[in-house]
């Protein structure tokens, strides 16, 4: 609830980086349902979610009354949200979000309450390293070959690893990372498929994980 108080106050959104696209989902889906009591909050520099008093004293200033938001909001929307909420924040451009694997599934929710604003998948990002990221010019997350050392097992493969430069379009690898802060052909347990080449540089997309396991 603090959180749309918060976003609802930003006129300037322009854009919006999530993990996971069904915590925007699930702000969604709160910001039609509290969307008459957060107007009435902001225009009157109120909360109505119980807050203790410390974190209430930390509120007030980063919360302040907006009356003249509030009323314009209303008097364009009324007292629910509409069904496009990017025509609250008429700025926003971008949203960034995880759109491959069970992610994929997850954002047709997301996407229909923005349907006008454009998606990035952040592509492949672990706590290890980087194996790929979003270049617009690429449709999609590209390895990341100046990050790190990167290398690929071929699924159900029991031959060595693959450089780069040996990966086959529409084909399923495990990837090895090797880092310069010294990890060696760690090997993540990711799979990914090069779905094409940009300038010499596989586009990624993330298939899930190689064993029974998940974060």
């Given at each position: 609830y603090?959180?749309?108080?918060?976003l609802l106050a930003m006129?300037?959104?322009?854009?919006?980086?999530?993990?996971?696209p069904t915590?925007?989902?699930l702000?969604a889906?709160?910001?039609r349902?509290?969307?008459?009591?957060l107007?009435?909050?902001m225009?009157?520099g109120t909360?109505?979610?119980?807050?203790d008093a410390?974190?209430r004293a930390?509120?007030?200033p980063?919360l302040p009354?907006r009356?003249?938001?509030a009323?314009?909001?209303?008097?364009?929307?009324?007292?629910?949200?509409?069904?496009?909420l990017a025509?609250?924040?008429?700025?926003?451009a971008?949203?960034?979000c995880?759109?491959d694997?069970h992610?994929?599934r997850?954002?047709a929710?997301m996407r229909?309450?923005?349907?006008?604003?454009?998606?990035?998948g952040?592509?492949?990002l672990?706590?290890?390293?980087v194996?790929s990221?979003?270049?617009?010019?690429?449709?999609?997350?590209?390895?990341?070959?100046?990050?790190?050392?990167?290398e690929?097992?071929?699924?159900?493969a029991?031959?060595g690893?693959?450089g780069v430069?040996a990966l086959?379009?529409?084909a399923?690898?495990e990837?090895?990372?090797?880092?310069?802060?010294g990890?060696?052909?760690?090997r993540l347990?990711d799979l990914v498929?090069v779905?094409?080449?940009?300038?010499?540089v596989?586009?990624?997309?993330?298939?899930?994980?190689?064993?029974?396991t998940?974060?």
């Open positions: 603090l959180t749309l108080r918060a006129e300037d959104l322009c854009f919006v980086s999530v993990w996971s915590f925007l989902t702000l889906e709160a910001l349902r509290d969307f008459g009591t107007l009435a909050d225009e009157h909360w109505s979610v119980p807050v410390e974190l930390a509120l007030a980063a009354a009356p003249r938001l009323r314009d909001l209303r008097r364009l929307f009324g007292r629910r949200a509409p069904d496009d025509l609250i924040w008429p700025r926003l971008l949203i960034s995880w759109t694997a992610a994929a997850a954002g929710g229909a309450h923005f349907p006008g604003v454009e998606v990035q952040k592509g492949l672990a706590t290890e390293g194996v990221f979003p270049l617009l010019d690429a449709g999609g997350p590209v390895a990341a070959v100046t990050s790190h050392f990167l690929f097992i071929p699924a159900g029991v031959d690893p693959l430069e086959e379009t529409g399923t690898y990837v090895l990372l090797t880092t310069s802060g990890l060696y052909r760690y347990r498929r779905e094409r080449w940009h300038h010499g596989p586009v990624l997309s993330f298939l899930g994980r190689a064993d029974l998940s974060d």
